[in-house]
């Protein structure tokens, strides 16, 4: 877990790291369809602040992308608000990892989607977004990293469906929320806290 002993000693590995990782153009698509249990409510997002996490080794009503850990930091003092955050940590493999929530929201209104975002200082290639559900292809995502100087609001505004049928008989509508990164083969961590919808 990061700052479990000494900062100084995973800062350096960061740093490290971070001279030695390329630079990293893949996008965020490589995902697979979340199953149901990270499904949210109209608007609503269950466990967006990850406060509902009972040891720490899972995070609730989030599903998750990729091979390398993810949990809760349960009340570590670094979250950005309350107890808890969520984290992905990663050792040495290059691969995609992220957190996902299927979130539903009304037809044909713009939306925004946030949260708060601390990476290590060798990720360079981390995106956050929405895709279509049950699409993996970013519907509207931000490219991040580093964001190492403590936690950062991200944010993207994306319009809903909005078929000429939506228009006369308007209803709920999936996107699936995401946040990761492509790890950049040394020890790297991303965590986040705080999402939330709305619209604007």
Known sequence: MRFSGTFLGWAVVAAVSALLAGGATASASSASTPPASCDGWMMYMPNASFEAAPDGTAVPNWCTEGPDT?????????????????????????????????????????????AFVWTSSNVTAGYFGVRAYPSVTPYKETKFGPLSNGYQQLSVRFASRCTPDDLIHPGPVTYTAFVGFWS???????????????LP
């Not at 790297?188 to 919808?197: G, K, N």
Request: glycine content about 6%; proline content about 3%.
């Open 184 to 198: 950049p083969g040394g020890f790297s961590w991303l965590m986040a806290d705080d999402f939330a919808t709305a």
């Open 70 to 114: 993810k949990g809760v930091d349960r009340n570590a003092g670094i979250a950005h608000s309350m107890a808890n955050d969520a984290y992905i940590e990663a050792r040495s493999t290059t691969q995609w990892n992220a957190l996902t929530q299927n979130i539903v929201v009304p037809t044909c209104r713009t939306l925004d989607l946030s």
